[in-house]
């Protein structure tokens, strides 16, 4: 047995504790627990720039290779102050588990740059974007490491990371990179899939679960890619959208909000807050607390946390966002009934539709737009079921089930390889 994690503090310890109650209910040997608790390779270089202003700067930069047992690494890279080694080593992590619930061929890694993006100009941030590329063009590749964009990261920078990599290391490598513009290979779909992923989820649970969506409230936190994409769907599809939110604070109406109101609204004001959005203006904290049945955090982790879980009066949490739940929290929501589809399945059509641009790139081929539906909605379909199936066989939580179904299949893996013995 492995001893007892103390209060988990640190993203990775964060999900070390969850890896370790799965590691517990999968009985993994010592062997396999060995090779599952760290990255496989951490490689970190000091990546320099000449800033507009003549001098130059250098920023801290991790590429993180947590398991490659099921395929080439896969994961993004962020650039933000905060992005440090233990951060990077926890998403990699996280990567490799929801790679393997989805069921694509690829493992899980991250990167990051320790930099604030806002400080710096469009051509200092092609300057790190290169940078960052040329540091790591040993260990990244189609078939070896393929990253995608994260925090701060956007297609324009993927392009230019491209570019450079067909400068330094291979003439043409269109898979090496994903989430890329689509006149550079990129996808079509990629820029809808992460809360299309959630969607599909959300309708599978409502289905399971016997409920009306036209009955359903929703709220949802953070209006960018995922959230107001997820919020439009929603929308569209008959839910009720009662809140939505930004940094700046959120609006609230029991009978419902319209999200392309609002996405006028923030594209004329900066916020989601104004007269055409309509609503009572709150915070933040506000809107995790509100009277609904199903809350989608889709923008920062740690939002649900000891402070505010059993103030939780949604009956559903479909978690957009990477981490926005502590093990803490979670074991409050569990014991109040509340079901949690987690980030590993919740969030997991971006990096499946990733996972299509690469096959793309590999082949040659251009997907059409039903296509990549199509093939989102037959994975998110499978993998709702596999969690559902886990939790159900094993009396377990989602989360725990979606750890279960990604580690089992990552441990099959490493024994068929002989890893493991
Ligand atoms: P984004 O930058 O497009 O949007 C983030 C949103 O969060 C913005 O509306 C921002 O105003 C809001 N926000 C920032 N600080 C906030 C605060 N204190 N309170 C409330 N809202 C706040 O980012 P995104 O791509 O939508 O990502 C959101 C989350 O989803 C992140 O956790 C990300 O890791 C996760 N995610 C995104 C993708 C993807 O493909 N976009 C894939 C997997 C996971």
Known sequence: MAPSLPT????????????????????LS??????????????????SIVRDNGKKQTFPAFRIQFNNARGPYKGGIRFHPLADE?????????????????????????????CNPKELSRKELEAVSRAYVRAFADHIGTDIDVPAPDVNTTPEIMAWMRDEF??????????MITGKPLAYGGSLGRDTATARGGFFILNELVKMEKLHKKKLKVAVQGFGNAGATMARFLHEAGFTVVAVS??????????GVDPVRVGKTKEETGSVFGKTSGGKVITNEELLELPCDILIPAALDNVINVGNAKNIKAKYILELANGPTTPEADAILEKKGIVVIPDVLANAGGVTVSYFEWSQGRSGEQWTADDVDERLHRIMHASYKAVRDEAKKGKISHRMAAFAVGVGRIVETMRVRGWVR
Not at 8 to 27: C, G, I, S
Not at 30 to 47: N, V
Not at 166 to 175: H, R, T
Not at 246 to 255: E, R, V
Request: aromatic content about 6%.
């Open 246 to 255: 930004d940094s700046k604070g959120g609006i609230y109406n029991p009978k």
């Open 166 to 175: 067909e400068k330094v290391k291979e003439p043409y490598a269109p898979g």
């Open 30 to 47: 010592a062997a396999e627990r060995k090779l599952l608790d760290r990255p496989q390779l951490i490689h970190k270089k000091e990546i």
């Open 86 to 114: 233990d951060e990077v080593k926890a998403l990699a992590a996280l990567m490799a588990i929801k790679t393997a619930v989805v069921g694509i061929p690829m493992g899980g890694a991250k990167g990051g740059v320790q």
């Open 8 to 27: 988990a503090h640190t993203p990775y310890q964060r999900f070390q504790k969850n890896l370790a109650e799965v590691m517990d209910y999968l009985e």
